[in-house]
């Protein structure tokens, strides 16, 4: 029999049936399959479909769609449970993942991908509703912050097993594409079974909401998604073609970037907590400006590939503070709104995101260089946009522009 709870009657639960306890294991569960993916997928197209630049756009675009069509949720909470749609996305995700080397060809790899994309993205989706709805305003951003060095640990384990194993045990793609979709699967379970579900105080509105007082968020979340396929696609993509980086030593790479964001990750919810989003939103973007033009400057100066894995560590670690979106949003945003909200800012972000790689993967081709250099300017409107936000966010005071308003009249 399931077990309905408010949030407040959950808080006399054992602490491992509370809310945040699941938002601990779903973020743990997640990444398990989507890295195993990630940390095998250059290596894995380009040994079994000779993937090159065209090719890796075209199916990222082809990944982004279902995060494009994000806004659908919003019907289907109408008729399924926000918690129950996240946790059955993630056993949908770690299904598609583990069957991912059976189809080695061009068109199975596009229709898996796919379909753990519906996962992925839908149970991301669900997540940040979740996140904003059962989170106190107060300890959000330390939270957000622990759930993300605890995603941190477990893609950790996931890059460290295939790095120290792969070549010792001499494991296959279809091996680790299993185990790591199976995994997930059974955490995506036991999340589905054990625990009670948890009932809101705020309903949430299940429509498409846009509202114009979110207009910079929205705004944020379109050019996040644009710079984040620069990252997502080619970065890691140039480190296999131009570098030679075999499983193992991508695994390695990856696995930097995870113990350095298990160890930062608590420190950025506290930074964003300390200094405001404005200022978190303005650090990383200045970042991202000046490790984009390095990224170019790899090509044009013919830098080794310890630059470039460099610049790869400190591009994840700028990404991080990526959370103070989330905040920015919580503070601004009606408690009705969460959901659809979630819904409509993950469309937008990957309205860019469906149509940038193939079209950057078309560029890559004469030049990778001004794939990077395309991605600085994004990164330097995000800037831009950034200095709009009020040093102390809530609901009617939106952007700096309200402050200038008011201050007028």
Do not use: C
Not at 31 to 39: L, S
Not at 253 to 268: E, F, H, R, T, W
Not at 377 to 383: I, L, N
Request: charged share 10%; proline share 4%; hydrophobic share 55%.
């Amino acid at each position: 029999m399931i077990d309905f709870l408010t949030l407040d009657d959950a808080k006399d639960q054992p602490f491992w049936r509370r809310p945040i306890a699941l938002l601990f294991v779903m973020a743990l569960a997640m990444p398990i399959a989507f890295f195993t993916w990630y940390a095998l997928l250059n290596n894995f197209v380009k040994d079994v479909a000779d993937f090159d630049g065209a090719d890796i756009g075209l199916l990222h675009t082809v990944r982004e769609i279902p995060g494009f069509l994000s806004f659908l949720v919003i019907f289907l909470i109408i008729i399924v449970r926000e918690q129950v749609l996240g946790i059955v996305s993630l056993i949908l995700l770690g299904a598609a993942t583990a069957v991912t080397a059976w189809y080695p060809q061009l068109t199975g790899i596009m229709i898996l991908t796919f379909i753990s994309s519906v996962g992925f993205h839908y149970y991301e989706t669900v997540n940040q509703s979740l996140q904003l709805q059962w989170l106190p305003k107060d300890k959000a951003p330390q939270i957000l912050g622990w759930l993300m060095a605890t995603g941190s640990a477990a893609t950790f384990v996931v890059y460290f097993v295939i790095m120290i194993l792969w070549e010792p045990l001499g494991l296959t793609y279809n091996i680790v594409f299993m185990a790591g979709g199976g995994i997930t699967m059974a955490a995506a379970l036991f999340a589905l079974l054990a625990y009670p579900q948890y009932e809101s105080p705020h309903p949430q509105i299940k429509k498409l909401v846009l509202r114009k007082r979110y207009w910079l968020y929205y705004a944020l979340q379109f050019m996040s998604g644009a710079r984040r396929q620069i990252f997502m696609v080619f970065a890691g993509f140039m480190m296999v073609e131009k570098f030679g980086f075999q499983v193992h030593e991508v695994a390695g790479l990856y696995l930097i970037n995870l113990v350095l964001n298990m160890i930062i990750a608590p420190m950025l919810g506290k930074i964003v907590a300390r200094f405001g989003e404005r200022n978190a939103l303005l650090f990383e973007y200045t970042g991202l400006v000046i490790v984009f033009l390095s990224y170019g400057g790899v090509y044009f100066f013919d830098w080794g590939f310890q630059v470039a894995a460099v610049l790869y560590v400190l591009d994840h670690m700028f990404f991080g503070l990526a959370l103070a979106l989330k905040t920015y949003f919580q503070k601004i945003g009606a408690p009705g709104d969460m959901a659809p909200t979630a819904a409509v800012a993950f469309t937008i972000n990957h309205i860019a995101a469906v149509v940038l790689p193939v079209l950057l993967g078309l560029l890559w081709l004469h030049s990778p260089m001004g794939v990077f250099l395309l991605a600085a300017g994004m990164a330097s409107v995000s800037f831009v946009l950034a200095t709009m936000i009020p040093r102390h966010p809530d609901a009617g005071n939106e952007t700096v522009f309200v402050q200038r308003r008011v201050a007028a009249e």
